[in-house]
Nanobody, 119 residues
Framework: QVQLVESGGGLVQPGGSLRLSCRAS????????GGWYRQAPGKQRELVAIINSGTTTNYADSVKGRFTISTDNDKNTVFLRMNSLKPEDTAVYYC?????????????WGQGTQVTVSS
């Protein structure tokens, strides 16, 4: 079973930046699309960024122009660079592999990484 381990979260002031990492135990992102999700308290988990075939990317409107998703050459890690962070970006961030044709997630969720944007 593939395990997903997210890291890189923390407390940051509005306008600051963070880089999240999601490492898989195998090179799954050469097979599946990679996605970053977030879940704020009392809200449903939402997809914020997706990368397919290592190059094609899409973003939620709320993060477009501020977040950048990428993968490493070995295709076992997906990153999320977050700039110009806002308090509304506060959430637990998760990653998963996605079947491009169905949008379904492939593996069990990891523990996530907490991002808190506050002054």
């Amino acid at each position: 079973q593939v395990q997903l381990v997210e890291s890189g979260g923390g407390l940051v002031q509005p306008g600051g930046s963070l880089r999240l990492s999601c490492r898989a135990s195998r090179s799954i992102f050469s097979i599946y699309a990679g996605g970053w999700y977030r879940q704020a308290p009392g809200k449903q988990r939402e997809l914020v960024a997706i990368i397919n075939s290592g190059t094609t990317t899409n973003y939620a409107d709320s993060v477009k122009g501020r977040f950048t998703i990428s993968t490493d050459n070995d295709k076992n890690t997906v990153f999320l660079r977050m700039n110009s962070l806002k308090p509304e970006d506060t959430a637990v961030y998760y990653c998963n592999a996605i079947i491009p044709t169905t949008g379904k997630n492939v593996f069990p969720w990891g523990q996530g990484t907490q991002v808190t944007v506050s002054s």
